[in-house]
């Protein structure tokens, strides 16, 4: 029978394996939550292992590729042998105080220069851990423990650690450090890595010769699941807000990460805040009963900022910008009203944002990720975009397997 690929992404709050047939037909995809949370790499990896063996014989066993993507800027200190030394920095985590060695390192800036970046928190992870040896974001850790060989990164996930992408090589001073060698050998997403390990694909129950494919970030895997027309925007409302498109050149700026996916530039930023601010205040159940009592058509006559906690990265690179998401009202609708609008203020500008700096204008956003579901929250995204809004409700998993696919079809 023909063979499957699979796609597997790490998001914030957990795990979700994607099998396509070669026509990109979207055959099966289950989750699967983190037990200790983001920060624990062996979380990582019970939660990959236990979707994988979760997925059924039939098709499991025509699995011939791999791709995994994550969350982009979550950082690991390891030893050689891939074992975490302690829990992960988050993408979330800001630096700040790393801010005058940033300025050392890459004084032209770019991706690596923010302290919201991956190389803040890998000269953290330094004092931290001074006998580490390898650096590995989440996607490439989790390629590295299918492969038992850590030594490769996917561009993409490595831009804010100082990737240079247009000159193939490490910005700035960074080849420079002591600590050169903890970091990874780049290559393009859709490179073939190698085949799973034996004894890894023995406790999987995979075939002996499954590939292991490059992946990309979890926000870039959720555009290539949207397939967006030149025209198209694509922002991913899970549980933080992602606005991203494909452009004829990179873009540059503060808080900006240009990515090359399939032969083409995507761009674009992802904020602190999103669906995650709403779950500290309601579970699903009430989101979806007081979404009903908003009318999006009219104001909430409040003005909030819902960032999760101090900083934020995107439409403002500002480590020290502070959430605002008071007063609240005595009505739960009215604040949840409130919410949403902040939220769409942040998406609009956004948008601004990156037509500034030289994007088309979207004529139409393409919306994936949980919040896509709430029709209150779609219209008063569009009032505040002035353009169309769909949904599309294709996993991000299922758009890293595409690149799996693109590996195997060659």
């Not at 034996?198 to 002996?208: C, D, E, P, R, V």
């Amino acid at each position: 029978m023909d063979p499957l690929v699979l796609g597997v992404d790490l998001g914030t709050s957990g795990v979700r394996a994607a099998v396509l047939n070669q026509n990109g037909v979207l055959l099966y995809s289950e989750p699967a939550s983190y037990s200790a949370g983001l920060s624990q790499a062996s979380d990582w990896q019970e939660a990959c292992s236990r979707l994988i063996r979760g997925i059924p014989n039939t098709l499991r066993q025509r699995i011939a590729a791999i791709a995994v993507d994550g969350t982009s800027g979550t950082l690991l200190a390891c030893a050689v042998d891939g074992s975490p030394l302690g829990p992960a920095l988050l993408y979330s985590e800001a630096c700040p105080e790393q801010a005058a060695q940033l300025e050392q390192l890459v004084p032209e800036g770019g991706p690596a220069a923010s302290c919201s970046g991956s190389l803040a928190r890998a000269l953290r992870l330094l004092k931290q851990h001074p006998q580490l040896q390898l650096l590995r974001h989440q996607a490439d850790w989790i390629s590295g423990w299918l492969l038992q060989n850590w030594r490769w990164g996917e561009e993409g996930n490595n831009l804010r650690l100082g990737w240079d992408l247009r000159h193939q090589c490490w910005a700035g001073k960074l080849n420079e450090q002591g600590w050169t060698a903890s970091l990874p050998e780049v290559l393009p997403s859709g490179t073939v890595l190698g085949y799973v390990d034996s004894t890894i694909a023995n406790a999987l129950g995979l075939a002996a010769d499954v590939q292991v494919v490059a992946g990309t970030t979890d926000s870039n895997a959720a555009v290539l699941a949207a397939n967006p027309a030149e025209h198209d925007g694509v922002t991913v409302l899970g549980t933080t807000l992602v606005m991203k498109r494909f452009t004829s050149c990179p873009i540059i700026g503060p808080g900006i990460t240009s990515h090359r996916v399939g032969g083409r530039w995507l761009c674009g930023g992802a904020s602190n805040s999103g669906a995650g601010v709403l779950r500290r205040f309601f579970s699903d159940p009430q989101l979806e009963e007081l979404s009903r009592q908003i009318n999006p058509e009219h104001d909430s006559g409040l003005s909030y900022r819902p960032l999760p906690s101090v900083g934020e990265r995107f439409p403002m690179d500002d480590p020290t910008l502070e959430p605002m998401m008071e007063p609240r009202p005595v009505s739960d609708a009215l604040f949840l009203h409130g919410l949403l609008e902040g939220l769409a203020v942040i998406e609009a500008n956004g948008w601004e944002r990156l037509v500034e700096l030289g994007a088309a204008p979207p004529k139409r956003v393409i919306t994936l990720g949980g919040g896509a579901r709430n029709p209150q929250w779609r219209r008063l995204r569009e009032r505040r975009l002035g353009c169309p809004v769909q949904t599309n409700s294709q996993p991000p998993a299922a758009g890293v397997a595409r690149l799996a696919l693109q590996a195997l079809l060659g």
